[in-house]
């Protein structure tokens, strides 16, 4: 399997572009199986992630061009006809979001037969709150062997929907099931988080009916047929927010471009309060950081928009090199806390207590080996990598390739000495 190796101590400079976000891609792909007419997906980004799910899509029989179009890469995925309902376990389990697939083929189709995702790295994850919400729209939902069975021949029904906890995968999946059912539905305690709000913007350009999306609550006027549409997908505010956080880690002075500064509000906050400047633009901002020592500040991951769990990782990664004790509270996952022992394999040092960390800074770190253990945790070695003495070799980098697009060429362009070492094929232990 490949490795990066990253040596450590240049600063960044220079211009990232960011990518289309792989959270929003990958359910507006999922879209596709709602209409039997195409839908054009623009700035999409190329991950293993929308590879997996396209392949699963096309096993249920939407056709997917990915091509180069006159704003840059785009899928155009038509569904003329859903060829099979079944989304059998070994696709669903190389990505958990290929779940929601479940929700628009019972909404098209009338059943489906999908695997259970399976448990993952970062925590549990059941799917009870996405099973829920389609048993009160109406489907029957059996679980036998590993699999969801749910039928709904007459259509979905409008409902009251109430969350008892915030789920942006539940709230999706609700809301791309809901879109063809007969009546009103109301989401209650629904996810913000701005991936929603560029779903819903997606299935009304089809011809669906949402309202209140990036608010607790959405309703949804069901339609009985949508259509197809181009949509261009938002830039990605985990990608923006890491890039971000590694030019404040080395140093120097990056512009992020092709991105919204406000997605990461909460984050940027957190930076300027621990001694990063940040100048926001149109299209993106500008992260600069001389000499100086960062500050130490205390995070909580919480729901949009709090501090999100998907940036905590690298947030960490930063407070390893800040001066005095920072104190990182996770809510959302209750596992997502392995990068802690890597990071201290480079000489951090922290402690970890249920869902706390203590990061107390250190005054620079040291390469060494380390091993990727999910998508959000491998990234943070990479940053830790690059502001490190000497070299850091990063294992199981097939996480870094689930969510980021070409990562060595980004960094790289802005004076990172970051190289992949392809593997032969042997598997890592
Ligand atoms: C999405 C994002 C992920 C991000 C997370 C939280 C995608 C593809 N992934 O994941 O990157 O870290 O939001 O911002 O968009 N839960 C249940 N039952 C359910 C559903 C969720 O108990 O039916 C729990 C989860 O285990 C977790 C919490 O709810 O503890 C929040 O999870 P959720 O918001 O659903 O995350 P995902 O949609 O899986």
Do not use: W
């Not at 997906?41 to 990915?66: C, Q, S, Y």
């Not at 901002?285 to 000499?291: D, H, I, Q």
Request: aromatic letters at 4%.
């Amino acid at each position: 399997m490949d490795r990066i190796a990253i040596s450590g101590g240049a600063q960044l400079e220079g211009v990232i572009p960011i990518s289309g976000a792989k959270n929003s891609a990958i359910k507006l792909m999922a879209a596709s199986l709602l209409t039997d007419e195409p839908l054009r997906l623009t700035n999409m980004p190329r991950l293993a992630d929308t590879r997996f799910l396209a392949r699963l899509l096309e096993r249920l029989g939407v056709e997917v061009v990915e091509q180069d179009g006159p704003e840059g890469p785009e899928t155009v995925l038509h569904a003329p006809e859903i060829v099979s309902a079944i989304a059998p376990y070994d696709l669903v389990r190389q990505m958990r979001a290929s779940f929601n697939v479940l929700g628009p083929l019972v909404a098209r189709t009338g059943q489906a037969k999908v695997s259970l995702p399976g448990g993952c790295t970062i925590g549990a994850r059941p799917v009870d709150l996405h099973l829920e919400a389609l048993r009160a729209l109406g489907a029957t939902i059996d679980l036998h062997e590993g699999y969801v069975y749910a039928q709904a021949p007459r259509g979905l029904t409008g409902a009251e929907i109430a969350f008892p906890f915030v789920s942006v995968g539940a709230t999706e999946h609700a809301m791309l099931a809901a879109v063809l059912a007969k009546g009103e539905t109301v989401l209650s305690n629904a996810a913000c988080e701005p991936e929603l709000a560029d779903l819903a913007d997606c299935l009304n350009a089809m011809g669906a009916k949402v309202s209140g999306a990036g608010t607790p609550i959405v309703r949804i006027q069901g339609v009985d047929r949508l259509h197809g549409t181009d949509h261009a997908v938002m830039p990605d505010r985990i990608e923006t927010g890491t890039f971000a956080l590694a030019a404040a880690m080395t140093g120097g002075e990056v512009r992020l471009t092709g991105t919204r500064s406000e997605l990461i509000d909460t984050l940027l906050d957190k930076m300027i309060e621990a001694g990063v400047e940040v100048r926001r633009h149109e299209d993106g901002l500008t992260v600069k950081r001389n000499g100086s020592r960062l500050r130490a500040v205390e995070v909580t991951t919480d729901p949009y928009p709090g501090f999100a769990t998907d940036l905590q990782a690298q947030f960490m990664a930063l407070m390893t090199l800040a001066e005095g004790e920072s104190v990182i509270r996770e809510t959302i996952f209750e596992n997502r806390f392995m990068h802690a022992p890597e990071l201290m394999r480079l000489g951090a040092d922290i402690s970890v207590s249920g869902g706390e960390a203590r990061v107390r800074g250190v005054p620079a770190l040291d390469g060494a080996p380390v091993m990727a253990t999910d998508l959000r945790a491998s990234v943070s070695l990479v940053i830790a990598g690059l502001a490190a003495r000497g070299e850091t070799l990063v294992s199981r980098v097939y996480h870094l390739d689930r969510g980021f697009e070409r990562l060595e060429e980004k960094l790289g362009g802005c004076g990172a000495k970051v190289r992949r070492i392809p593997g032969n094929g042997e598997v890592e232990a």
